[in-house]
Antibody
C-alpha cells in the first residue's frame, strides 16, 4: 500500500523558516517525480514545487510566486522528499501536501503551516 | 502557463440527480486532465485520470469525458457521500495547474 506522510508543520513567526518532510513507503520511490502542493484555508490547490528522479538529474521546478524562498530536495535512500520554505509570510499559511507523479495519483494527509 | 477555468463554483443537487462539472483549459491539454474529490478535512483523492480512466476503487457513477480544451466530470446518480469539493488538474504542460474547485452540496 502506498503511504505518504508529511511532518514538520507548525506555527512560525513571519520572516521565519520551516522544513517540511515527506516520508513514503509502499512503492519504488526512486522511480517517481514528487511534488509539494498547498492549500490556504478555504481556498483551492496550488502547486508549489516538483523534483524529478535520478534519470532526470533530480531537476527541480518551483511556482513563480514562491521562487527564491523554497527549496525542494529528496533522499532516495530514505524514500523521502523535503521542502524548505524561508522568509515566511502570512499568505504562506496553508496545508502542504506531498504528492506523487506529475499526475498526482497519491497524496499525503498534509502538514499544517501557520504563519 | 495553462489556466484552468472550472464551473460552476457551487452546485446544489438532490440525491439521484445527474451532476456535471466542467473545466476549460486555456489551450489544448491533450486529455491530460484529472479529477479529484476533497471531503471536508481530508486530502484530495483522485477519481479520474487522463480524462476518462476511473481510479481503482472509485464507484462507476463517476465518469469523465472531453478533449482539446473542454472536459467534464459526471456523477450519474448523486449519493449523499458525494458531498465534497471537486477539482480538476491539467498535467499536460508545465508543473500542472488546478481548477478553482466546485463545491457540491445536497439540496
Amino acid at each position: 500500500e502506498v503511504q505518504i506522510l508529511e511532518t514538520g508543520g507548525g506555527l512560525v513567526k513571519p520572516g521565519g523558516s520551516l522544513r517540511l518532510s515527506c516520508a513514503t513507503s509502499g512503492f519504488n520511490f526512486n522511480d517517481y517525480f514528487m511534488n509539494w502542493v498547498r492549500q490556504a484555508p478555504g481556498k483551492g490547490l496550488e502547486w508549489v514545487a516538483q523534483i524529478r528522479n535520478k534519470n532526470y538529474n533530480y531537476a527541480t521546478y518551483y511556482a513563480e510566486s514562491l521562487e527564491g524562498r523554497v527549496t525542494i530536495s529528496r533522499d532516495d535512500s530514505k524514500s523521502s522528499v523535503y521542502l524548505q520554505v524561508s522568509s515566511l509570510r502570512a499568505e504562506d499559511t496553508a496545508i502542504y501536501y506531498c504528492t506523487r507523479r506529475v499526475g498526482m495519483d497519491a497524496w499525503g494527509q498534509g502538514a499544517s503551516v501557520t504563519v | 502557463d495553462i489556466q484552468m477555468t472550472q464551473s460552476p463554483s457551487f452546485l446544489s443537487a438532490t440525491v439521484g440527480d445527474r451532476v456535471t462539472i466542467n473545466c476549460k483549459a486555456s489551450q489544448n491539454i491533450n486529455k491530460y486532465l484529472n479529477w479529484y474529490q476533497q471531503k471536508l478535512g481530508e486530502a484530495p483523492k483522485r477519481l479520474i485520470y487522463n480524462t476518462n480512466s476511473l481510479q481503482t476503487g472509485i464507484p462507476s457513477r463517476f465518469s469523465g469525458s472531453g478533449s482539446g480544451t473542454d472536459y467534464t466530470l459526471t456523477i450519474s446518480s448523486l449519493q449523499p457521500e458525494d458531498v465534497a469539493t471537486y477539482f480538476c488538474l491539467q498535467h499536460n504542460s508545465g508543473p500542472g495547474t488546478f481548477g478553482a474547485g466546485t463545491k457540491l452540496e445536497l439540496k
